[in-house]
Nanobody, 115 residues
Framework: QVQLVESGGGLVQAGGSLRLSCAAS????????MGWYRQAPGKQRDLVAESTNGGRTNYADSVKGRFTISRDNAKNTVYLQMNSLKPEDTAIYYCKISFLLDDYWGQGTQVTVSS
């Protein structure tokens, strides 16, 4: 079994910052991809940022220059530093890890940005 525990969400004013964390535990082997997705009410879940174990990162255009993904492989943890937050960043944020051809999702953490 694999468990993902997210933390760091909350309410922030526009222009503010938040840092999300996602720690994975359980029967984990070498994690290939660690990433963050988000889902706003009535919308589909979209990729925000992802990081491969080869050091490559990928960001949604809407967050480039504002969000930074990082990972600590020794701790099986992925982070998302979110700066210059906008009301349109409001969503439930989910982390996802991928290894051995399987994907595992966290339970989600709410991020609300007020104008």
């Amino acid at each position: 079994q694999v468990q993902l525990v997210e933390s760091g969400g909350g309410l922030v004013q526009a222009g503010g910052s938040l840092r999300l964390s996602c720690a994975a535990s359980g029967s984990i082997f070498s994690i290939n991809v660690m990433g963050w997705y988000r889902q706003a009410p009535g919308k589909q879940r979209d990729l925000v940022a992802e990081s491969t174990n080869g050091g490559r990162t990928n960001y949604a255009d809407s967050v480039k220059g504002r969000f930074t993904i990082s990972r600590d492989n020794a701790k099986n943890t992925v982070y998302l530093q979110m700066n210059s937050l906008k009301p349109e960043d409001t969503a439930i944020y989910y982390c996802k890890i991928s290894f051995l051809l399987d994907d595992y999702w966290g339970q989600g953490t709410q991020v609300t940005v007020s104008s």
